[in-house]
Nanobody
Framework: QVHLVESGGGSVQAGGSLRLSCAAS????????VAWFRQAPGKEREGVAS?????????SYEASVKGRFTISRDNNKNTVDLQMNSLKPEDTAMYYC?????????????????WGQGTQVTVSS
């Protein structure tokens, strides 16, 4: 069992930055793909960014966050971060990290087996 805990959410004004962090209770380095998803009220959960088990190749970003968000992982610390810059009001959502098989390291939520409880991000205009 892998437990994931997100942190770093908060309230910022448009144009600001936040850095979310996902800490895993179990060693996930070299084993799991990790992704960030978000869900706004009344909307479906959508994938934001994913990074493969090595953190070196094949990560993907949702179109609206490309160039603004950066996913990274520190396999020594067992963490995966999401740096969010130039935030917009439409980025407001609950953000979740999830771990899943490396063969399905995409923005489709189905294959991800382990999920955190989420951290709220609110961007005001």
């Amino acid at each position: 069992q892998v437990h994931l805990v997100e942190s770093g959410g908060g309230s910022v004004q448009a144009g600001g930055s936040l850095r979310l962090s996902c800490a895993a209770s179990k060693y996930i380095s070299g084993t799991y793909c990790v992704a960030w998803f978000r869900q706004a009220p009344g909307k479906e959960r959508e994938g934001v960014a994913s990074i493969d088990r090595d953190g070196r190749t094949s990560y993907s970003y949702e179109a609206s966050v490309k160039g603004r968000f950066t996913i990274s992982r520190d396999n020594n610390k067992n963490t995966v971060d999401l740096q969010m810059n130039s935030l917009k009001p439409e980025d407001t959502a609950m953000y979740y990290c999830a771990a899943g098989p490396d063969w399905a390291c995409t923005l489709v939520p189905g294959p991800y087996k382990y999920w955190g409880q989420g951290t709220q991000v609110t961007v005001s205009s």
